[in-house]
């Protein structure tokens, strides 16, 4: 079993930045692929990015490329995405998300999920 608790979330200006963090108890964190989805109001769960396990490679929609970042320090048991140049289209309910193997970006392929954290971008 994996728990998972975001933090990092709030308001923010365009243009601003924000780092949202998730850190995971129970064991094997490490051996876990990392994702990052976000719900939007009126809207349906999307991918935004993932990390996956062992080798670290990284995914991204392609509306946030070039802008946010995600990474992981197991060491730490967290996975943080690093969001630069918000918009205003990027704000919602930030959600972490894990499981064993490849990342996928459909969110039914994944077995653990964190509460959320709210990310507002004002215009």
């Known amino acids: 079993q994996v728990q998972l608790v975001e933090s990092g979330g709030g308001l923010v200006q365009a243009g601003g930045s924000l780092r949202l963090s998730c850190t995971a108890s129970?064991?094997?964190?490490?051996?876990?692929?990392m994702a990052w989805f976000r719900q939007a109001p009126g809207k349906e769960r999307e991918f935004v990015a993932g990390?996956?396990?062992?080798?670290?490679?990284?995914y991204y929609a392609d509306s946030v490329k070039g802008r946010f970042t995600i990474s992981r320090d197991n060491a730490k048991n967290t996975v943080y995405l690093q969001m630069n140049n918000l918009k205003p289209e990027d704000t919602a309910v930030y959600y972490c998300?894990?499981?064993?193997?490849?990342?996928?970006?459909?969110?039914?392929?994944?077995?653990?999920w964190g509460q959320g954290t709210q990310v507002t971008v004002s215009s």
């Open positions: 129970g064991r094997d964190f490490s051996t876990y692929t």
């Open positions: 998300a894990a499981r064993a193997g490849v990342v996928y970006t459909t969110q039914t392929r994944y077995n653990y």
């Open positions: 990390i996956s396990w062992p080798g670290g490679s990284t």
